[in-house]
């Protein structure tokens, strides 16, 4: 019997063509080992159909739109990227072009001076601003069965981050677009799962640098080599 064989896993990150070489950029491009573009075509297929979905196609062809808006002098040949857009604007131009007024704001108490701030800007450009924190309920930490010693503020009851609550809440308050700032690990991740609106990402949590994670990617050759030297271990 003639065994089936196993696909191998797509892994573009891993791919050594640039840019202007690439198959997923271009025709006459060349591919890596697991390529998609080439080694998935059925599934292709399947995604290209779901933007003949209104509402998918709509969204998808309003991001592209967006996405090109970002840079300076496009007519310029031959032409050289100019970036012009920082990401809290493109968030109030793609909402805008959406036609969407009612935003979710979803935010990690830790940065409550930057939620206000980007509260501030989403409603000086006339967005009806739906703002809720992490610990928003007061759900103590006891319904997970935390011990002690796995709590931030040893000995006391603390508040549990509850992003299923923070879900639950704009999607009640039936906002149209969600936008999320620095949430932990994990905690995201319960958030886009439980959310029905579309949701965007302003910024993420990173305690170390500033809520900029890439800092610590930059840095792998140098300051943060311990990142590669060995594997990383949970503690």
Do not use: W
């Amino acid at each position: 019997m003639t065994q089936k064989k196993k696909k191998i896993a797509p892994a573009c990150a891993s791919c050594s063509h640039d840019m202007p070489n690439k198959i997923c950029m271009y025709s006459t491009g060349s591919s890596h080992k697991g390529c998609p573009t080439l080694s998935r075509k059925k599934t292709l297929a399947q995604a290209n159909r779901e933007y003949e979905n209104a509402e998918a196609g709509r969204f998808a062809r309003q991001a592209s739109i967006q996405e090109a808006s970002c840079y300076a002098n496009r007519h310029e040949r031959p032409y050289i990227m100019q970036p012009t857009k920082t990401r809290i604007v493109e968030i109030c131009e793609f909402a805008n072009r959406m036609g969407y007024k009612r935003l979710g704001l979803v935010f990690c108490v830790g940065l409550k001076s930057e939620a206000a701030a980007v509260e501030r800007i989403l409603k000086k450009n006339d967005f009806d601003v739906v703002s809720v924190c992490c610990k928003a309920g007061r759900t103590s930490k006891d319904i997970l069965g935390i011990e002690d010693r796995d709590k931030i503020f040893q000995g006391t009851d603390e508040a549990m981050c509850n992003p299923i609550f923070q879900a639950m809440v704009v999607n009640e308050e039936k906002t149209e677009l969600n936008v999320l700032l620095g949430l932990c690990v994990g905690h995201d991740s319960l958030f886009l799962k439980h959310a029905q609106a579309y949701t965007t990402v302003l910024a993420v949590k990173d305690r170390v640098t500033g809520h900029n994670p890439l800092a610590a990617i930059y840095l792998q050759d140098s300051y943060y080599k311990k990142l590669v030297a060995a594997p990383i271990k949970t503690n």
